[in-house]
């Protein structure tokens, strides 16, 4: 007899929420994949460790980052950009495991992208307290292409709002298994996490892990 009430039961039902045009969350998508991709996550880390990056404005991120891909998006005093090279290493990024692209690209399928081919995927972990202020993701050069976001652990309150900073924004919670894929109008839209708020996750302890998928060439 196992323990674990949930993972002999059938995958959980994808449940779809519009955002707004062109945003929309797909509850559940990747839940039954969890273990996976959590062990994905664990052996990029090995290679290229999390670390606190530094904005061009001298601040050190509370969130901790690290990347696979054939680029990874980092940042220094010198300002944010997408690297081949993990500057910790001094060594390109591990590639994107299979099975992390393959769920990005059917993500952004049922999100209404036929032509998502990720080749970045940068890796966030939100300790208890870490945040993202409100920005806008525009260091990638064609915004035609979506991003695609999948949560694990910690749940956080998102925020999203408009085109301009100013714009009143709409507070929506991602827990694990939640993806959201972003084109189209909301690929440009101010988005912030509030801090993460004390709790346990018995597949991530203390954290929230986010990855976000992203087509930069
Ligand atoms: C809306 N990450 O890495 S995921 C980021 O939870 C980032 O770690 C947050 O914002 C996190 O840039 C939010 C949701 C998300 C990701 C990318 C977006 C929302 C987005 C791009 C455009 C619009
Ligand atoms: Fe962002």
Redesign the pocket.
């Known amino acids: 007899m196992t323990f674990d009430l949930f993972e002999h039961l059938e995958p959980p039902e994808v449940v779809r929420e519009e955002l707004a045009p062109g ?1 929309v969350v797909l509850r559940h998508f990747v839940l039954q994949h969890t273990k996976a991709i959590l062990a994905q996550v664990a052996s990029v880390v090995e290679y290229s460790p999390f670390r606190h990056m530094t904005t061009p404005g001298g601040y050190d991120m509370s ?1 901790a ?1 690290t990347n696979c891909g054939d680029y990874g ?1 980092v940042t220094d005093r010198q300002g944010y950009r997408y690297s081949r090279k993990d500057p910790l290493t001094g060594k390109p990024w591990p590639p994107i495991a299979p099975l992390l692209s393959q769920l990005a690209i059917e993500a952004a399928e049922q999100g209404g992208f036929s032509n998502f081919q990720p080749n970045v995927c ?1 890796i ?1 972990r ?1 300790a208890i307290g870490a945040k ?1 202020s409100l ?3 525009k260091d990638e050069k064609n915004v035609n292409y979506p ?1 695609v ?1 999948m ?1 694990f652990g910690l749940p ?1 309150v ?1 925020q ?1 709002g408009g085109l301009f900073r100013s714009d009143s924004v709409q507070k929506c919670v ?1 827990t694990q298994g939640d993806v ?1 894929v ?1 084109g189209g109008v ?8 509030l801090p993460v708020k004390a709790g346990y996750h018995s597949d991530t302890q203390d954290c ?1 892990i ?1 990855l ?1 998928f992203r087509q930069v060439d």
């Open positions: 945003a969130v980052m998006w940068l966030n939100h993202m920005h806008q993701d991003i976001s949560s956080a998102f999203f991602l959201v972003w909301s690929r440009l839209a101010y988005h912030g996490i929230r986010n976000t």
